[in-house]
Nanobody, 124 residues
């Protein structure tokens, strides 16, 4: 089994930045597709970014393009989400997820492994 642990969330003012980290244990992530999802109260879970195992292919939600950057460090078995120019509407619990499937996906049901989430709150 793969365990995923997110960190890096917190409270920031609009326009600020956060870098989320997701450390995996139990398996290496080099051959996993990984993704960042977020979920705000009353809203369905939304994929923010997904990436292939080598990190060469990254797909972003329209709301994240130009502001968020997903990356991987396979040597550290860690995936990251750099979030810049944060807006109040970015407030949500952010989750990392992984699947052994060889192609990336924005569909939550394709991901078998999930972290516990980290809260991101952006004040106006």
């Amino acid at each position: 089994q793969v365990q995923l642990v997110e960190s890096g969330g917190g409270l920031v003012q609009a326009g600020g930045s956060l870098r989320l980290s997701c450390v995996a244990s139990g398996r290496t992530l080099s051959r996993y597709t990984t993704a960042w999802f977020r979920q705000a109260p009353g809203k369905e879970r939304e994929c923010v970014a997904s990436m292939t195992g080598d990190g060469d292919s990254v797909l972003y939600a329209e709301s994240a393009k130009g502001r968020f950057t997903g990356s991987r460090d396979n040597a550290k078995n860690t995936v990251y989400l750099q979030m810049n120019s944060l807006k109040p509407e970015d407030t949500a619990i952010y989750y990392c997820a992984a699947t052994p499937a060889p192609i990336f996906s924005n569909t939550s049901s394709h991901y078998a492994y999930w972290g516990q989430g980290t809260q991101v709150t952006v004040s106006s």
